[in-house]
């Protein structure tokens, strides 16, 4: 059974950082895009970052550029997300999600090129 399970997630200040976590099990995490993605209430959800199979390629909404770190550990079969310098716009559930390098075409930040998604885990920023 593949499942990714979210954490990190919480209620901090404006200018504060947060760091989330994505552990993937049932799937071999090395061979898979893998991606962070928001969805506020009543909006879309959105894309935050992307980082390639083997990580050396990561790409990031113009929002976030500057103050998000994608990063994976595929050894351990996790993806994180550090996120400094939060702002109250920031605030949304976030998930993580991936898809399997022979089944992606892109654009990085389309939700439906993504197979597997996790639950989500809620971050709040108050200012």
């Known amino acids: 059974t593949v499942q990714f399970l979210e954490s990190g997630g919480a209620s901090v200040e404006a200018g504060g950082s947060l760091r989330l976590a994505c552990a993937a099990s049932g799937i071999t995490s090395r061979n898979y895009f893998m991606a962070w993605f928001r969805q506020a209430p009543g909006k879309e959800r959105e894309g935050v970052a992307q980082i390639s199979y083997r990580g050396g390629s990561t790409f990031y909404a113009e929002s976030v550029k500057g103050r998000f770190t994608i990063s994976r550990d595929n050894a351990e079969n996790t993806l994180y997300l550090q996120m400094n310098s939060l702002k109250p716009e920031d605030t949304a559930m976030y998930y993580c999600?991936?898809?399997?390098?022979?089944?992606?075409?892109?654009?990085?930040?389309?939700?439906?090129?993504?197979?597997?998604w996790g639950q989500g885990t809620q971050v709040t920023v108050s200012s």
């Open positions: 999600a991936a898809v399997h390098l022979f089944q992606y075409s892109g654009p990085w930040s389309a939700p439906a090129e993504y197979k597997y």
